[in-house]
């Protein structure tokens, strides 16, 4: 049996969950979300728990049993309290800004970046180097923060560029100068 799988799921007081057959709908203080689960998969609700398990015990069910659970977990908590994302900004004259409901980079180009939210993410920015990307879908939260770091991700050399916060860059020797013969 899946370690993780078989963990039931509590769900939180104003949280309310409908399930319709393979989909699953939760509903909350900070938004909806829908998901629609493999066919390997089901899930049952007793009072206040929720519990995922799988059809049978053929290998495909097995491996979608945890994940199933991890991605409704995931939805119960993102409509209860949601999630963050932080990013650090290092490099001189590299400063970030919230603009209406954009977020504008200045990372040294010739012209300064703006990244549009999707639905239901929030650009925050502490200081001039602190980007925090919130909203109540996990994966949304994180593809947003990716597409922040592509802007210009670390370099190996100085450390520059944007990382996710608790990021380490492995950092490489630069040049040495050549102290040959004359």
Known sequence: MSRIGKRPITIPAKVQVAIDGTK???KGPKGELSRDLPI???VSQEGEILQVNRRDESRTSRQLHGLSRTLVAN???GVSQGFQRRL???GVG???QVQGRNLVLNMGYSHQVQIVPPEGIQFAVEGTTNVIVSGYDKEIVGNTAAKIR???PPEPY???GIRYAGEVVRRKAGKTGKSGKK
């Open 75 to 77: 939805m119960v908590e």
């Open 40 to 42: 390997n998969v089901t």
């Open 88 to 90: 650090e900004i290092q």
């Open 158 to 160: 100085k450390g520059k």
């Open 94 to 96: 590299y400063r970030a």
């Open 24 to 26: 699953v709908v939760v």
């Open 150 to 152: 592509d802007v210009r």
